[in-house]
C-alpha cells in the first residue's frame, strides 16, 4: 500500500492529476488487517480496539499487522505475538481459559440458578394457594364483555 | 465577585443541607408540623440557593472569566457562545454541582407536589433527600469546587474538550443525571415506607409517575450518547460498552425490572419486600455509576484525573446510604411475612417475575464485566479487557429472552391461564415468527442472530398487534362505530397499558434496528487523492475536492464527496478533519447522509501533505430503526406520564 | 426474605466494598508484564544523536538499560535528573550499558531535546515504532533491565524517581552487576 502510494506520488509531481483518477479498493491484505486490528486492544486507549483508535500507537500497530501479514505471518501467529508482548490485556475479551471461564459462564449460570429457584419458589406457591372453585368457562360474548369491563375499570 | 456569591449560596445550601436532616427527625420525633415545614422551607431553600450557584457559574462562563479554575479548564475566549453555557457541566465540578442542581429540583417538585395528600411521608422525603444532597454539597465544597479562583489569571483558557463540543453532549449530561436523581424520590418514598413500616401500595401509586419519568430521562440520555458517539467519534458505532456507559446501563436495567414488577403489586399486592429491593438496587446503582465514573477506579474514556482522596469520600457517602438502605430492608423485612398468592406458573404475575431475573441477570452481567478486570488485578495480578466481543456474545441470548417475555407477559392473564386461551393469544404471533424467518432465509440472510432476533420481533410485534386489533374491534362493536374510533376509545379508556405497549413497539424497532446495523454493516477504507473514487455496496464515492475550511475556534481539512448510485448523483458529502485551536486537538467529522432508512457515514481519518485522503465508508442498514425506535418509546412513555388521572390514583 | 438470602446481600456488599477500596488505592496504569524473563527482543537503530546504527546485539554479555521517552512526553523530563544520576553511578563498571529509546518523535525535537537537557549516553531512535511493540511499551517512559543472559529481569512504567530510583538501583541492577561473575560462565 504505502510502496504503491509513494510510486503515485512520483508519477503526480509531473503529471495533471485528473489523468490518474482511478477506482480505488480494498486489498485482501487491508481486509485481513482489519480482521486482526479489530480484535486487538489499543492499549493506550479506553476499550478501544486498535483498527477504530486514532492514537499513534495503534497506527503502529496496524503497520506491524501490515508487515507481518505481508511476510506471511498467518493471523494466529500475530495474535500470538501481540500476546506474547502485552499479555491477555492486549485482547478484546478475556481469553477462554483458567479463571476467565467464570465471567464466560456466570450470566448463563446466574440466569440457570436463578430460574431453578424461581421455578420452585413459584411451583410452591402455587401448591399453597387454595384452587378457587372451577367455574364453567362462560360463553365468549360475555367474557368479551367481561374485559372491556375489565379494561375500563383498571 | 458573581463567583463568590455563587460559592456562598453552595455553601449556604450545605449548612442548610443538615438543618433539612435535622428539622426532618424533629418532624418525626416531636411530630410537631412546624419542624415539617421548616425542612420544607429548608429543601426549597436549598434549590434557590443552588440555582445562584449554577448562574453564577454560568455567568463566568458567558462572560468568560478566566480568573475562575473551572472556567480557564472548561472553556475559551473562542468557545462558542452555545457550548458556553453546556461548558458548566463539561467537567467534574460543574457537573456533579449539576448533580446535585437536579436533586435539589426533583425534592422541591415532590415535597411541594405531595405536600397535602401525603404529610407522613414528607419527613422522611425531606430527611433522605437533604442526606443526599448533604453528602453531595460536602464533596462540592470540601473536596472538588467549580469557584475556586486562579492566581495569576490567565490570558485565555483551555478550551472545553472538542469532543464535548456538540449539541447531543450538551443534552446528554443533564438527562442522564435526571433520570439517576428522578429515581431518589421513589427511592426516598420507599425509605420512608421501611422506616415508618407502612408497606402497602401507595408509595408504589404514588411514585409511579416520577419513576416512569425517571426511567424516560435516563433512556433519552443513554440513547443521546449513543447518538453523540456515533457521529462524534467517527467509527460509526453507538455503544463501546465502555465502562461509563456500562455505568448508566445498570441502572437503567434494574430500573426497568422495577418499573414492570411494581405492577404485579399495584394489582395483587404482593413481593412487596422485592419491589423495595428493586429500588434500592437501581438508586444505588445510580450512585454507584457515579462513584465508578468520579473516582478513576476503572479509567475510561471519559474518565477524570485519578484522585485517591476524593474516591474515598465518595466511596464512603455512597456506601453509608446503600449501607442503611439495605440495613433497613433486612431488618423490616424479618418483620414483614407477605402473603403470596399464586394460582398457576403460567401467569402474569409469574412472567413478570421471570422478567425481573432476565433483568437481573442483564445487570449483574454488566457490573461482573466492567468490575471484572478490577476483580482480576485484586486477587492475582493480571489484567484482562472485557470489551464488546464479550457484551455482544453473552448478551445476545439474554436480550433475545427479555423480547420474548415482551411479547407474552402482557397478553396473559393475571392469576392463571388456560390453555385454550395461550392457544388463543399466541398460535397466529408463533405463526408471524414462523413466516418472518421464511420470509427472511428466502431473501438470503442465514445469520443465526439475525433469524433469531427476528422471529422474537415478529412474535411480540404480532402479539400487540393482535391483542389491540381484538380490543379495538370489541369497542367498535360496542360503541358502533369503525374500528379506528374503537382503537382510540380502546387507548382512551386504558392510556397506561396501551402507551406501555407503544414504549414495547418501540423497543421492537430498536431492536430491528440494532441488529441490522450490527450485523450487516460493510465498511472499507481506501486511500486516494481528488479525482479517485470508491465504492461501497451500490454507491461509489468520488473525491471531488479537498479544502480548507474554518470555524470559530476549529480549522478543518474538508474532503467533498461526490456520492452516485449507477450513475445518478445522489449527494455530496464533507467529512471533516479538525484541528481545535486551543487544544491542537484533532477530531474527526463524519458526514451522514440517510437512506432506505439506512446511513452512508463517511469520516476522512487522515489527510496527508501530499495530498493522500484515507476515506472510511460504512454502510449502516436500518440505523435510523435506532433512533426512531428511541422517538417511539419516548412517545409512549410521556403518554404514559401525561394520562388523565383516574380516581384511585 | 429469609437469612440465607440476607446474608448474601451483606457478603456481596462488604466484597463490593472492600473491592472498591482496594481499586481506589491501584494504579489504573499498572499493567503486569509478560515479558519478565523472556528473552529480550534484538533491535537495530540509528543512534539520534550521531545516526550510526546501534544494536542490542553488539552488547551482549553485559547489563542494559533501556529507557524510553520522547521530547513531548512531561514524565520524561521529570525523570531526566535522575536517569542521568543513575548513568553516573555504574557508567565506570565495564559491564553495564545505558542506551535510550526516542519513541514516537521527530528527530529535530529529539536532539534539540538532547542538546537541552544535556545526556550522557547514547540513543536509538525507533523509527517505526516496531522497537516499542516488541517490548509492549505501553507509553513513555518505561525502563527495561536487560541482564548479562540478554533476558528482561524489570521493567518500570513510569518515571525513574524517589523510591523508584533506589529500588532500581540497589535492588536491580546492583545485584545484576555483582553476580556477574558467577553467572558468566553460563
Known amino acids: 500500500m504505502r510502496m504503491r502510494l509513494t510510486l503515485w506520488l512520483v508519477v503526480l509531481l509531473a503529471v495533471p492529476v485528473s489523468l490518474f483518477a482511478a477506482v480505488q479498493d480494498e486489498t485482501n491484505l487491508d481486509i485481513q488487517v482489519r480482521e486482526i486490528a479489530k480484535t486487538l486492544r489499543c492499549t493506550v486507549c479506553q476499550t478501544e480496539n486498535i483498527w477504530e483508535s486514532g492514537a499513534p500507537l495503534a497506527q503502529q500497530m496496524r503497520g506491524v499487522i501490515r508487515e507481518r501479514l505481508a511476510l506471511g505471518h498467518s493471523e494466529a501467529e500475530i495474535r500470538a505475538y501481540f500476546l506474547s508482548r502485552y499479555g491477555d490485556y492486549i485482547l478484546m475479551e478475556p481469553p477462554k481459559h483458567g479463571v476467565n471461564w467464570l465471567i464466560w459462564v456466570a450470566p448463563f449460570l446466574l440466569l440457570l440458578i436463578g430460574g431453578f429457584f424461581l421455578y420452585k419458589e413459584v411451583t410452591h406457591w402455587v401448591r399453597d394457594t387454595p384452587t378457587p372453585p372451577s367455574q364453567p368457562l362462560p360463553p365468549l360474548d360475555d367474557q368479551a364483555r367481561k374485559r372491556i369491563e375489565h379494561e375500563l375499570e383498571s | 465577585m458573581i463567583i463568590e456569591i455563587g460559592h456562598f449560596s453552595v455553601i449556604v445550601a450545605l449548612v442548610l443541607s443538615v438543618f433539612g436532616m435535622a428539622s426532618a427527625v424533629l418532624a418525626l420525633k416531636t411530630r410537631n408540623p412546624d419542624w415539617a415545614r421548616s425542612g420544607r422551607m429548608a429543601v426549597t431553600l436549598i434549590f434557590f440557593l443552588l440555582s445562584v450557584g449554577m448562574l453564577s457559574l454560568v455567568y463566568a462562563f458567558i462572560t468568560r472569566d478566566f480568573s475562575v479554575l473551572y472556567v480557564a479548564n472548561n472553556s475559551n475566549s473562542k468557545l462558542p457562545f452555545f457550548y458556553t453555557v453546556a461548558a458548566v457541566w463539561g467537567g467534574h465540578e460543574g457537573s456533579l454541582l449539576l448533580w446535585v442542581f437536579i436533586l435539589s429540583l426533583f425534592s422541591t417538585l415532590a415535597v411541594w407536589l405531595h405536600w397535602r395528600t401525603q404529610p407522613a411521608i414528607m419527613p422522611y422525603l425531606i430527611a433522605v433527600e437533604s442526606a443526599v444532597m448533604f453528602g453531595f454539597l460536602c464533596l462540592i465544597v470540601f473536596l472538588s469546587s467549580p469557584f475556586e479562583r486562579l492566581l495569576p489569571v490567565p490570558l485565555d483558557g483551555k478550551d472545553l474538550n472538542p469532543l464535548l463540543q456538540d449539541p447531543a453532549m450538551v443534552m446528554h449530561p443533564p438527562m442522564l443525571y435526571m433520570g439517576y436523581v428522578g429515581f431518589s424520590i421513589p427511592f426516598s418514598f420507599a425509605m420512608a415506607a421501611l422506616f415508618s413500616g407502612r408497606l402497602g401500595e401507595e408509595w408504589i401509586k404514588v411514585t409511579q409517575r416520577w419513576t416512569t419519568f425517571a426511567w424516560m430521562c435516563l433512556t433519552t440520555g443513554i440513547l443521546l450518547g449513543g447518538y453523540w458517539a456515533y457521529y462524534e467519534l467517527g467509527w460509526g458505532g453507538y455503544w463501546g460498552w465502555d465502562p461509563v456507559e456500562n455505568a448508566s446501563f445498570m441502572p437503567w436495567l434494574v430500573g426497568t425490572a422495577y418499573l414492570h414488577s411494581v405492577l404485579v403489586q399495584e394489582k395483587r399486592k404482593m413481593f412487596k419486600v422485592w419491589n423495595l429491593f428493586l429500588i434500592i438496587v437501581t438508586f444505588s446503582l445510580s450512585l454507584i455509576g457515579t462513584f465508578l465514573v468520579r473516582s478513576g477506579v476503572l479509567t475510561s474514556v471519559h474518565s477524570f484525573a485519578t484522585d485517591p482522596e476524593r474516591g474515598l469520600y465518595i466511596l464512603l457517602f455512597v456506601g453509608t446510604v446503600i449501607g442503611i438502605a439495605f440495613g433497613a430492608l433486612i431488618l423490616r423485612s424479618n418483620k414483614l411475612k407477605s402473603q403470596v398468592e399464586m394460582d398457576s406458573l403460567i401467569s402474569r404475575e409469574s412472567i413478570f417475575l421471570f422478567n425481573n431475573l432476565f433483568f437481573l441477570v442483564a445487570a449483574a452481567t454488566v457490573f461482573l464485566g466492567t468490575l471484572y478486570p478490577l476483580i482480576l488485578e485484586t486477587l492475582q495480578d493480571a489484567k484482562v479487557t472485557v470489551g464488546p466481543p464479550y457484551y455482544n456474545a453473552v448478551f445476545m441470548p439474554i436480550a433475545l429472552g427479555l423480547l420474548f417475555l415482551m411479547g407474552i407477559g402482557p397478553y396473559i392473564p393475571w392469576r392463571k391461564a388456560s390453555i385454550a386461551s395461550l392457544k388463543k393469544s399466541f398460535s397466529l404471533p408463533l405463526l408471524a415468527g414462523a413466516v418472518m424467518v421464511i420470509l427472511l432465509l428466502v431473501t438470503g440472510i442465514q445469520n443465526l442472530y439475525a433469524l433469531a432476533g427476528s422471529y422474537v420481533v415478529a412474535f411480540a410485534g404480532m402479539a400487540i398487534v393482535l391483542d389491540f386489533g381484538k380490543i379495538s374491534q370489541l369497542y367498535a362493536q360496542r360503541n358502533g362505530s369503525n374500528i379506528f374510533q374503537g382503537g382510540l376509545a380502546a387507548f382512551t379508556a386504558n392510556q397506561r397499558r396501551y402507551s406501555s405497549m407503544i414504549t414495547h413497539i418501540g423497543v421492537l424497532v430498536l431492536v430491528v434496528g440494532i441488529i441490522a446495523s450490527t450485523i450487516y454493516q460493510t465498511e472499507k477504507v481506501v486511500s486516494m487523492r481528488v479525482g479517485d473514487e470508491f465504492a461501497i455496496g451500490d454507491y461509489r464515492m468520488k473525491l471531488t475536492n479537498i479544502h480548507e475550511v474554518a470555524g470559530g475556534n476549529w480549522n478543518a481539512q474538508e474532503g467533498v464527496f461526490q456520492v452516485f448510485k449507477g450513475e445518478n448523483l445522489i449527494t455530496e458529502l464533507r467529512p471533516q478533519k479538525r484541528i481545535y485551536a486551543a487544544t491542537q486537538t484533532p477530531t474527526t467529522e463524519s458526514a451522514i447522509y440517510a437512506i432506505n432508512m439506512g446511513h452512508i457515514f463517511l469520516t476522512m481519518p487522515e489527510v496527508s501533505e501530499d495530498g493522500v485522503a484515507v476515506a472510511r465508508g460504512v454502510l449502516n442498514p436500518l440505523i435510523l430503526w435506532v433512533w426512531g425506535g428511541g422517538v417511539i418509546m419516548g412517545l409512549g412513555v410521556i403518554l404514559n406520564i401525561l394520562r388523565p388521572r383516574k380516581k384511585e390514583e | ?186
Open chain 3, 1 to 186: 426474605m429469609n437469612k440465607g438470602w440476607q446474608l448474601t446481600l451483606v457478603l456481596i456488599l462488604l466484597g463490593l466494598f472492600a473491592l472498591f477500596y482496594k481499586g481506589l488505592w491501584g494504579d489504573p496504569r499498572h499493567i503486569p508484564t509478560v515479558l519478565i524473563g523472556t528473552e529480550a527482543p534484538n533491535f537495530e537503530g540509528p543512534d539520534v544523536e550521531t545516526g550510526q546504527t546501534i544494536s542490542l546485539a553488539q552488547f551482549k554479555g553485559k547489563v542494559v538499560l533501556l529507557n524510553f521517552w520522547a521530547s513531548w512526553c512531561y514524565e520524561c523530563k521529570v525523570e531526566h535528573e535522575s536517569i542521568l544520576q543513575l548513568h553516573q553511578l555504574f557508567k565506570d563498571h565495564p559491564d553495564f550499558v545505558m542506551l535510550g529509546v526516542n519513541y514516537q518523535d521527530k528527530l529535530p525535537d529529539a536532539q534539540h531535546y538532547l542538546q537541552q537537557y544535556g545526556t550522557t549516553f547514547s540513543h536509538v531512535r525507533d523509527l517505526k515504532g516496531q522497537l516499542a511493540i516488541d517490548y509492549g511499551v505501553y507509553g513513555v517512559p518505561e525502563t527495561f533491565v536487560i541482564d548479562q543472559q540478554g533476558k528482561i529481569r524489570h521493567k518500570w512504567v513510569g518515571p525513574i524517581t524517589g523510591e523508584v530510583y533506589t529500588n532500581i538501583t540497589q535492588k536491580v541492577i546492583a545485584p545484576l552487576l555483582t553476580s556477574q561473575p558467577a553467572t558468566r560462565t553460563s
